[in-house]
């Protein structure tokens, strides 16, 4: 794995074990660790060491074959129920982000469509769709980034939130990669970076991949957006999500409901930017969307320092759902969709 610029893979398959750079340590230092069994890639799933919709969907499928690998090659039911129980166990990890569900449903989909085959066929297959979720996440992070960059103005000031490259996703990113295709048309003129309270993906994940691509940007808090705004500083927003439903309404990283009002607010656009991956066709609205809420710790700590008194109550979702009416449009792999979303997702994801 090497980190000179921002379109390294975070999530490397090395035909034994998963590596995965620990994003926990970012940026003061780039370690690599290796995960080999099923709990370790829990483990590192709800600790946020690999993190972002589509990486945890694609950890999480690796995931599922180190679970099923060395499973008895008995009968297809027991062996399938058994697939089944590893992939609730590490869906478990965390709720939010539909890529997650979404990968191992796959996997579990064409396992049982290819029952008649010897298990040690499934093992292969387990592990075969995990690599094509892998390389399509590339595919389609790619394709994001040229659509949505034809959304972007010449010397454009674009906002964002949490982190979206190289290492929330397969390679690129989301948002992310609308940034980086941007960049390489010449058109950004700075990026403001939020930088994410409370566990600082904006802060320590954005500018660490915006510094190796050479991208101007400039770290701001979360609640100078406003201001920001308000001074003509900001030409579009941009985020990423971790799960839009029928209608549109997207999930994502706790602050992005906020930066949506304020662009709204301030005529400015405000853009998603999603492969059909993290689309639930299954969700009708936000509400139905189940939020994770993270320890009290993240809030009442700065790091391991304790910031608030103790015994006092905390309130920490990790994300917020942005209602539908407030995004100017989402970016796909299969094009920049505008409202109505729910008849556009129909036609080209139903
Ligand atoms: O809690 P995180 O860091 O996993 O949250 C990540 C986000 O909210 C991202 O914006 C989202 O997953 C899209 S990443 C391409």
């Given at each position: ?11 490397e ?10 994003q ?27 993190r ?45 982000a ?16 290819q ?22 996440d590339r ?17 454009a ?16 990113g989301?948002?992310?990669s ?25 802060a ?9 691509e ?17 001074k ?13 439903t ?83 449009a ?9 409202p ?11």
């Amino acid at each position: 794995m090497s980190f000179t610029a921002s379109t390294f893979q975070s999530v490397e398959w090395t035909g034994d074990d998963i590596r995965i750079i620990d994003q926990t340590f970012l940026p003061q230092k780039e370690v690599i660790i290796s995960l080999t069994s099923v709990g370790q890639v829990w483990d590192a799933i709800k600790k946020l060491k690999v993190r972002g919709a589509p990486a945890i969907g694609i950890a999480g499928a690796y995931g599922l074959y180190l679970g099923v690998r060395d499973l008895h090659e008995g009968v297809f039911g027991t062996f399938y129920k058994e697939c089944e129980r590893v992939a609730d166990y590490l869906n478990s990890s965390r709720p939010t982000a539909v890529n997650l569900s979404w990968a191992l449903k796959r996997i579990l989909g064409i396992i049982y469509s290819q029952k008649e085959k010897p298990i040690s066929e499934l093992k292969k297959l387990a592990l075969q769709t995990a690599i094509n979720i892998h390389e399509e996440d590339r595919r389609l992070c790619k394709a994001i980034g040229e659509n949505g960059a034809e959304r972007v103005p010449p010397n454009a000031r674009i906002l964002t939130h949490c982190n979206t490259g190289s290492l929330a996703t397969g390679q690129y990113g989301t948002a992310f990669s609308v940034i980086l295709h941007a960049h390489k048309q010449k058109k950004i003129k700075n990026v403001w970076v939020d930088e994410t309270r409370p566990l600082l993906q904006g802060a320590r994940l954005t500018t660490w991949e915006l510094q190796k691509e050479e991208i101007p940007f400039t770290l701001n808090i979360d609640s100078a957006a406003a201001f920001l705004m308000q001074k003509g500083e900001v030409d579009l927003v941009i985020t990423g999500a971790d799960r839009i439903t029928r209608n549109g309404d997207t999930a994502n990283k706790i602050g992005t409901y906020s930066l949506a009002v304020l662009a709204n607010a301030h005529d400015i656009p405000f853009y998603i930017a999603a492969p059909y991956s993290t689309i639930d066709m299954h969700l009708e609205n936000g509400s139905d969307i189940e939020i994770e809420q993270r320890e009290e710790d993240e809030i009442t700590h700065f790091g391991s320092k304790r910031t608030a008194p103790k015994h006092i109550s905390a309130y920490n979702p990790a994300f917020d759902i942005t209602p539908n009416r407030l995004i100017s449009a989402i970016i796909t792999e299969k094009g920049v969709i505008e409202p109505d979303y729910r008849e556009k997702f129909e036609k080209l994801f139903g």
